[in-house]
């Protein structure tokens, strides 16, 4: 698994949360 | 019909949902220790309407117009509600974080759904420990229960908000 400290910043939740909300519209 | 994701959608977001629980129990201390802005202030864990001003700002919580703001160029999250900051939520114990739940399940049970409040109901889920206490188990049934009648009021498909309901009723029930 790639070390994802760069994306761990403040935000990770907020940024997991639209991304995941996002990844709807390509399923 | 039409409003439900696939199963390989769900089980994407089970995954992916699974690897931000592990990231977090990872950096949870790292975050804990970290300077917190001034005017960031953690209401206290009983605080029911002092933590849905938090969350959802006082605009909502208000239910105030948005009026926008030209001459502010910074963000006013007292008006706007504070985000779920890794900062803040590694700071909240699990009694918090079951309480806060319950607090914003509570608001969602009489107003709409908002951005604001779908980022903070999947923050606190991702904070949810396991082995899941009876209170927090039955409190995300409640939460999934209520995602579920809203989406199936919606006539209009609001996109966004289907695809956001999709995503917590899958969390929970998944």
């Known amino acids: 698994q790639s070390d994802d400290s760069d994306v761990w910043d403040d935000t990770a939740l907020i940024k997991a949360y639209d991304k995941a909300v996002a990844s709807f519209k390509n399923a | ?174």
Request: aromatic content about 10%.
């Open chain 2, 1 to 174: 019909e039409g409003y439900s994701p696939t199963l390989k959608w769900q089980q994407q977001q089970v995954a992916s949902f699974s690897a931000v629980r592990q990231s977090l129990n990872k950096r949870r201390n790292h975050w804990q220790s970290q300077h917190l802005d001034s005017n960031v202030a953690m209401p206290t864990s009983e605080d029911e309407e002092g933590w849905k001003k938090f969350c959802l700002g006082e605009r909502i919580y208000s239910e105030l117009d948005v009026v926008s703001d030209n001459e502010n160029l910074g963000i006013d999250y007292i008006k706007v509600g504070f985000p779920p900051f890794l900062s803040i939520v590694s700071r909240m114990n699990q009694a918090t974080v079951t309480s806060v739940l319950e607090y914003l399940i509570n608001w969602f049970e009489k107003k709409n759904f908002t951005p604001e409040l779908g980022r903070w109901l999947y923050a606190l889920l991702a904070c949810l420990e396991k082995p899941l206490l009876p209170e927090a188990h039955s409190l995300i049934r409640q939460l999934a229960r209520r995602c579920s009648e809203v989406r199936a009021q919606e006539e209009n498909k609001n996109e966004e908000q289907i695809l956001a309901l999709n995503l917590i009723i899958c969390l929970v029930s998944r």
